[in-house]
């Protein structure tokens, strides 16, 4: 999965029909494109089909520009929800915190390691603790500390920066405040949440108090889009660990940031990496 | 963990006080028990004590009764809730089946492989379906075919049936059927229930279409022992797979029954190896 | 996953070319084929094409025979290695165990449950300790008891049995015995087996005393094709499972059944449902 | 698992004998010691004892001298191999690594957390690379650049400087250099490495490249006591992750660096609590 920046993915579905695949490719084949990979999928119950493709325009001699206004054409035909991303255009990551360190600490290290695909523009924070942390990283750091008074101050003005940054993708690497209806409509498919529970177990406050009070014997964390209903937006990845009648409260904290961690970067690379398609309440991942 | 006829296994809990392993190690000591496996845990929130203890009597010169009798001396003295259980006298087991042969056929199937240190004394069904397959591991099958209408009355014969074969232990292998109060509470540590989610995620019924539905990522089965609140008994045993946007419901109740099979039969198995310690909610698994 | 009979698979593998997508999406699309589900790959450092395609045929006028005959065309042009199946015609299995029941017991349990689409023609043994297993699923058994001296000679016995009923598939269930290079050749890509650790870990006899004297965590199973090199075969799945220092050889034994009855099944059901494609000494597994 | 330092913890092996849980713990409670958790365990091959106690000192009104002295004539009279540690005394660390950073970040990150227990007191390394990571974290940095000509001289200096610092375990983070058995002969329990594989397999030199060559299912990742057998001492921890067919080498070693980290950091926290009992070639692990 190492990065080709010649590389450019499309993510459609549409109600399933005949021959779908023999027009996409075909139309990708006659501008010069080569696939690399092709993942299709029809829901037999839903009748729809999913597909993504990626494909290397080094030959391509036109500009992108004119490929998504042909391909239009097509996809209208079809009917088809579509996007087209290219891997020398990355997304534009705002990080969005709180105080704890490890989801940010594992997003910057992997981003400087190369395994993230992304430009991280800012971190934004309603405390100045990681400020620390962002600087190591030479990420611009911004603080806007928020009350139930200033809240709605704050985000028009958080807004106004992720506009002037052209932010496509915001994660909340535990930033544990609730983002207004308002807020959560600008960007559809772009906020993504990590939230310690294996939901929809243990929705809201404090998930591993609940797991600790039930007695699961595995926890988890659940990586999902933002939407305006709290914890209930379509799930990217999720994963679980043992826990034992030996782990107290503070254990299950200190296991599930390990959980917590890597389920994040997860979701974050399969988005990053154009792998995730939305549909409804679900997602589609193509891995 | 081969079952040696000699063992004798305690479990025990109470508040936590000083000397409390000295005291309990030095009694079976003293009467000839040599200890092969002892797990002892002193939760610090609760400040609460727990252990098993697992001996070998075979020097040990006279009856158990009179150790059950001089540890209860001791038991009174530090206001204990303990049980002490012996290889030689196997649990006996009654298996609650419906239409579904995967829970069951596992069960069987361990059994005859001596992986189950339990006596099988009867699988009891609301339909004839399994009848077969219990004829051939020999296992005397009971058809009690429950309406709304007959219900009480059919568990007034059940409990009949249970008694007459002592029964200890009550597994629900996809029963499909909610057991009433009255009959739950003859049976207080004693109904395994196998429920196919990842517990307390979708309760109630079709869990799986409920998964499908929330386009989870892993799906999950819960082993625990039943009280009057429908599936909210302590958990024994809990685990999960992975699936993707291809699998169907269909797909989920083929991937979900390797789940509930296995889940089950490990609980079944630290029920039956007497490493299960019920406490409040939830259980101490000594593993 | 569910088993249509009018759907069809193709697998193919060739150098990579462009336009290979579009050419044979097209060619199905014109014979009325619906596509189902498609997965492609490129290998980048191989610079191979690897394709899985499942259609639906079922307003597909003509027979398979002229649907191959054209296809062989398309193949040629590129130089592909290439295979088509179809759901109506069953892949025809023969289970050689030797005196372990777990494997054996798993798949008849799964192929009477509907989750196998194969028909399993005859069961095959050293040892007659099985045969009432066979019985009770109504599979022919076969005993061929196996010395040092009359192997060569049961081997040739064993062939002609395999020629008769058209086996095109033998899964070596726990069989215990070394079948010959001879044997082996008559089957280049039809005998799945299960080797009892994580492989090329602990290759050869015994592998849980070799896993139980090194002291690992973990204990694994793998399924892999034969090929003349013992252990050395395309492996086609794996998976392990966490074991402590509580569990002697014999536990490593029962927690291993498990393991090996689960991934020989799941290996099993990707061959069977045309998911695997033999690449040199490795597989590209379409899931 | 938090950490009070006012505990203490014993790990002991001998012969298997009657009465030793009870003489020992007996011991404990008489010194005024409250005990917290207690893992006893008889291997029935071997007729060995192995137990770990961990109690809470805080009433034990005499020193940690006193206590020794007397624990020795009980352990000397049942032939006991036993060590006994002090939350309050921490263990000293050095890491040696060479220019891979994921390991030592991870190690760093987790003990600016507060969960590693332990005193890092220095890292050592032939490259310089990983210097400005030491700095962020304020841990000295030295720079020993090993050729086949200076190795026995450059490793004479640097068990100087791990005498000075009074290094007690040494945790391979990826180092790169086979140490010479003069030098693993100084700390015979003490040097932690990070092996690529699921060992055994894939001994020796890069372990990824040949898991892609042999095509296997699952990469792995095991840590291990370092003695003059190059990844054949003790192991401590393994963990496994499942790859694809798309899957290249650079992703093994990209998807390798997850597990390798957390495998190094779970043996390094259960060594630093003394939960790691080594027994010959393997190692009991109290959890």
Redesign the interface.
Known sequence: ??LNTSVATLILSCA?Q?????KI??F??LR?G????????????EQMF?IRIEWDMKDYPSSSKNFEAEFKILADEIDADWEIKYNHNKSKLAIFVSRY??CL?EIL?RHS?G?LNTDIKLILSNHDKLKRLAE?YEIPFYHFPVTQENKFEQEKKELELLEQNQIDTIVLARYMQILSPGFVQKYPNGIINIHHS?????IGADPYAQAY??????I?ATSHYVTEQLDEG???????IRI????????LI?KG??LER?VLARALMLHVNNRVLKYG?????F?
Chains 1, 2, 3, 4 share one sequence.
């Open positions: 999965m190492g399933n005949k021959g779908l695949v023999a490719s075909q990708i084949f010069g080569d696939i690399i990979d092709l993942d299709e999928h029809v829901d037999n119950e999913f360190d490890h600490q290290w390691n395994e190591r294996f939901l929809p177990a243990f009070q039930r007695g699961v014997k595995l988890g379509p799930i990217i990845e999720q994963d679980v034992t009648h030996k782990d107290s409260h503070a254990d200190r940031r390990d890597l309440k679900k997602t589609i991942i891995e």
